[in-house]
């Protein structure tokens, strides 16, 4: 779970860059990224908690195997439910909060059974330990574009 906090963390040092935005990298800025990152976690940790154990059962999905093995998403190729959209303007304070919240969600995952899983769009019933992958691949794979936005903007 530290791996998921510590993502967290280098994602609030980038605050001071949210008004950053180079439409070649990406059309949002790097306060939406953020923003995003934050609500996407908050969203998938819920829908975890909300599964049923029993109803879990493994099945082979080539799409999380190799995003699992290369650690990482490819860029462009999905969209990200409108849950997880930021609708406002960045607001440093809210979103503050709302990073306090999703860490202290990340701490309650270790409450949570094996069995309990993500039934994820691309990578379907995907259970706790790889619901944690996920997590820390999508924040990764902001924080990577949010690097290239600060990088040549």
Do not use: C
């Amino acid at each position: 779970m530290n791996k998921i906090i510590k993502a967290l963390q280098k994602v609030e040092t980038k605050f001071i860059f949210a008004e950053r935005q180079n439409t070649k990298i990406s059309a949002a800025n790097v306060g939406w990224h953020i923003e995003h990152i934050i609500l996407a976690n908050n969203r998938i940790i819920d829908a975890t908690k909300a599964s049923n154990p029993a109803d879990y059962k493994w099945k082979f999905d080539k799409n999380r195997f190799f995003a699992f093995l290369l650690k990482k998403f490819p860029r462009g190729r999905a969209k990200a439910p409108k849950a997880s959209l930021p609708v406002s303007e960045f607001n440093e304070a809210e979103v503050k909060l709302k990073l306090e919240l999703a860490k202290q969600k990340i701490l309650e995952l270790d409450n949570l059974s094996a069995t309990h899983y993500l039934d994820h769009p691309f990578f379907g019933k995907t259970k706790l330990s790889g619901v944690k992958k996920v997590l820390l691949i999508h924040t990764n794979h902001h924080l990577k574009i949010i690097a290239d936005i600060i990088k040549q903007s």
